[in-house]
């Protein structure tokens, strides 16, 4: 494994390289690292070249210096693509990654190709809000505006904060002020227009038991893309492929070696 360091829009970026063969791009879930990756790279690695990297913000990457959108995260990994002089490569990407895949592939006019796209556990679908989280919604703005007023404010100045950090999720809670800013721009933003123009082969591979991004997203995507294919891992979770390793290396083989 040869680690590496690079410089893309300013930021100081971690990534690794292993293998020979294909070239295959891993994009990280929101919150993870190349290390989460690592038991699959090894795998991997065996019949393909594969790059995976720290997204910034996390590992070994520096941090952006300010909240980036999902078309920041778009041209940022389109930027680092052109970095390692790639014309053909293909796509696993997890989670956050899968969204920015989505959009990416979806929307815009690439100057390298893009052979096949794996999405595990893929963001990017947004679902209305049952009545009871709208009423928690309209509760926290009601409870933001208060603890917001100058005379209240003075009086509790680090309780509109606590508000804040108990009303997210554990990803916003441990996040810095910017990432906290990037992460509210991503969940809101629904990626479901863009799938039915990702014109390469996809496979969805995907926990039955995923309480992130449940299965119900995948049909969904399964549905849109043209050319997609799902595959459903019983007992498993938004870390499908740790928890069921060997069998999701073999699936993946199969797809990008054994189905040329």
Same mark, same amino acid.
């Given at each position: ?5 690079? #410089? ?9 390289? #292993? ?10 879930? !929101? ?17 393909? @070249? ?17 909240? !980036? ?8 990994? *389109? $930027? ?7 014309? $053909?490569?293909?796509? *696993? ?84 002020? %910017? ?7 991503? %969940?809101?933003?629904?990626?479901? $227009? ?7 082969? @996809?496979?969805?591979? !995907? ?8 299965? $119900?997203?995948?049909? *969904? ?35 990008? *070696?054994?189905?040329?």
């Amino acid at each position: 494994m040869i680690i590496i360091k690079t #410089q893309i829009k300013n930021l100081n970026i971690n990534y690794i390289k #292993q293998g020979e063969g294909k070239n295959v791009l891993i994009l990280p879930g !929101w919150g993870t690292t190349i290390n989460t990756y690592l038991p699959l790279i090894n795998l991997l690695s065996s019949y393909s @070249t594969v790059y995976c990297l720290d997204m910034p913000g996390f590992g070994e990457s520096d941090e952006p210096k300010e909240s !980036w959108n999902l078309d920041n995260y778009i041209d940022f990994v *389109i $930027e680092f693509i052109h970095s390692l002089d790639l014309k $053909e490569l293909d796509i *696993i990407a997890h989670s956050n990654g899968g969204r920015i895949t989505i959009k990416m592939v979806g929307s815009k006019n690439l100057d390298f190709k893009i052979g096949k796209i794996i999405l595990m556990g893929s963001a990017g679908i947004v679902h209305p809000l049952p009545f009871y989280k709208k009423i928690r919604v309209k509760l926290f703005k009601i409870g933001k505006k208060i603890l917001g007023l100058k005379p209240v404010k003075a009086i509790f100045p680090d309780l509109l904060e606590k508000l804040k950090n108990n009303s997210g999720s554990a990803d916003y809670r441990n996040a810095s002020p %910017i990432m906290k800013g990037a992460l509210v721009k991503l %969940i809101h933003e629904d990626v479901r $227009e863009y799938l039915k123009n990702i014109n390469v082969p @996809t496979l969805l591979l !995907w926990g039955e038991k995923d309480t992130e991004t449940p299965i $119900e997203d995948a049909e *969904i995507m399964e549905k849109l893309i043209p050319d997609a294919g799902l595959v459903k891992l019983d007992n498993c979770t938004h870390y499908a492929f740790l928890e069921n390793l060997n069998y999701v290396n073999k699936i993946i083989y199969t797809f990008l *070696i054994g189905g040329n």
